[in-house]
């Protein structure tokens, strides 16, 4: 099984800190969602990871191979970042261009391979167009498409939906799952659509200002914010009874999931303090990129 492993990565643009000790991993089969505000650092992080830029400091391997030191790695990769096509070629002669820029030269394998990717990607008829007819979203599935044919064990993708309408979305997201369950595919992507992370990936990493702040699964289950007048002493000691309450005192408010009983918890509260607001929150991931 391919593992990508980001060690203590750095990347600064002139004095601007970009990405700052940046450590995680990508098994095989496993879908990484990758989120933050713009800004935040993802693109630099992608771009670290495909070789497409040196970090500072840190290292990128893929199955202990520097994916800068031995290039011969990357070929393992589908990229999508950013994706540039050539106007005046049409759809077959630039991904025919790109592969032959990653280093698959076999005509016979590029010219089966491209209709059939382009078929995945519901581009089957636009095989002979010119890429400077298409709109963002066909190039969108063309990035997407231009991935597929080199990314044998891993997919690096920025931002892949953008533009996608929902027949679009909803072939990849179908692609991503069957490469990463059949063909045991590591892929890593970048999104700012939360309900689509949620329900796509097996792990999420959110970033902020360049510095990784969350990784790990996110619990789908509801969970409640209750915002109270006053968060005292009392309340607090009563609080911490209950198992997975947590509370922020600044802002007087408690949070604690949805399993815990709430009317229990509303009546101990409610003793203590006014209860201002009650709040259900479904996504947890929006919690964690608000805070
Ligand atoms: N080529 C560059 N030159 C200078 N600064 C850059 C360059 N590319 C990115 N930056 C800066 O690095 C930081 C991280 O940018 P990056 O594009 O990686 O963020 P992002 O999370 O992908 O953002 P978005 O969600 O908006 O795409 C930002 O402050 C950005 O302004």
């Known amino acids: 099984m391919g593992c990508l492993e980001i060690t203590e990565v750095s990347k600064t643009y002139g004095e601007k800190a970009a990405l700052t000790d940046f450590s995680m991993t990508v098994t095989g089969g496993e879908i990484v969602g990758l989120i933050g505000k713009n800004g935040a650092g993802k693109t630099t992080l992608l771009n670290c990871i495909s070789g497409n830029i040196h970090p500072i400091q840190g290292t990128v ?6 994916i800068l030191k031995q290039g011969a790695v990357r070929g393992k990769f589908g990229i999508s970042i950013e994706a540039c096509f050539v106007d005046y070629l ?6 025919a261009l790109l592969m032959k820029a990653g280093g698959i030269h076999d005509k016979t394998y ?9 078929q995945l990607v519901g581009l089957g008829d636009q095989i002979k167009k010119h890429v400077s007819s298409f709109s963002y979203g066909m190039k969108q599935r063309l990035g997407f498409a231009q991935a597929l044919l080199s990314g044998t064990e891993m997919l690096i993708l920025d931002e892949p939906f953008a533009g996608l309408d929902v027949e679009g979305r909803a072939l990849v997201k179908d692609h991503i799952r069957r490469l990463a369950k059949e063909n045991n595919i590591g892929v890593i992507f970048s999104d700012h659509n939360l309900d689509e992370v949620n329900e796509l990936c097996h792990r999420v990493v959110c970033m902020k200002e360049g510095i990784k702040v969350y990784d790990g699964i996110p619990e789908n289950e509801t969970k409640y914010e209750v915002y109270v007048d006053e968060l005292g002493e009392d309340l607090i000691l009563k609080m911490r009874k209950f198992c997975g309450i947590t509370m922020d005192l600044d802002r007087r408010v408690l949070y ?7 009317h229990e918890i509303l009546k101990t509260a409610g ?10 929150i479904e996504n947890e991931l929006e919690q964690i990129l608000l805070n």
Request: proline letters at 5%; a neutral charge; glycine letters at 6%.
């Open 110 to 118: 590029i010219q089966k391979a491209i209709p059939e990717v382009l």
């Open 90 to 95: 049409n759809t077959y002669e630039n991904l």
């Open 271 to 280: 003793a203590y303090s006014t209860i201002l607001k009650i709040r259900s």
């Open 256 to 262: 604690f999931p949805g399993k815990l009983e709430l």
């Open 61 to 66: 391997l893929y199955d202990g191979c520097n």
